[in-house]
């Protein structure tokens, strides 16, 4: 009987819900020179038992082509996923790579002032964890997926799984030389008006 309470109890306490880590931008088309903006979010928190995984931290690793994007390292902003005021950290971030670490507010567990992870993550199957943006320098194909991103429990890191994102960079087209003609010659008569 004491056997059956504790698998039972080992049964009601474990946890084996992997989250998904997922990568979206806000188009699938860019132009040269324009801004992607990436959010990252950790997804499936509840499982099928209506168990729900929470966690207190954090970090994630990107590397990019420095040939087609630029991380704007200002750009990477928290999203309130482990409460308010929590410590984040972007040391080693660059152009070309993108480091950030996150942990819960040390008196969140214990201080009502600081809502915490459980608070902001109660319920939701979907959490936001953070954004950052990107320029786009030169045309290409992109595979937008990190080197590593990791939950973390207490300091015990959490299993997941990362799916990125993929999104093109295409060439600004040149304006065409038809309508570049047209519109010389309509100023070349406006002007010519103008001088009568």
């Known amino acids: 009987m004491k056997k059956f309470f504790l698998l039972l109890l080992a049964a009601a306490t474990f946890n ?11 188009k699938d088309v860019y ?7 990436a959010t990252v979010s950790a997804t499936e928190l509840i499982d099928d038992n209506a168990v729900q995984t ?6 994630a ?8 994007l630029s991380l704007n390292i200002s750009s ?7 409460g308010a005021q929590p410590m984040v950290g972007t040391f080693g971030s660059d152009g070309n790579t993108l480091s950030i670490d996150a942990i819960e ?5 214990s201080t009502p002032f600081f809502p915490g992870a459980v608070f902001a993550q109660e319920g939701k199957d979907v959490v936001e964890l953070f954004s950052f943006s990107l320029l786009a320098l030169n045309a290409g194909i992109i595979d937008l997926t990190p080197t590593s ?35 010389a010659l309509a100023g070349m008569l406006f002007a010519r008006k103008r001088a009568k």
């Open 76 to 82: 990477i902003v928290d999203l309130g996923a482990l």
């Open 149 to 183: 991103v990791v939950l973390a429990q207490g300091g015990n890191p959490q299993s997941n799984t990362i799916e990125g994102t993929s999104f093109e960079i295409a060439q600004v087209p040149a304006p065409g030389t038809f309508a570049l003609s047209l519109l």
């Open 16 to 26: 084996a819900n992997a989250a998904l880590i997922s990568i979206t931008t806000n």
């Open 61 to 68: 690793l990107f590397d990019f082509d420095s040939l087609l």
């Open 54 to 59: 929470y966690f207190n931290g954090y970090n």
């Open 105 to 109: 507010f040390i008196f969140a567990s």
């Open 31 to 37: 132009n040269v020179g324009e801004t992607i903006i």
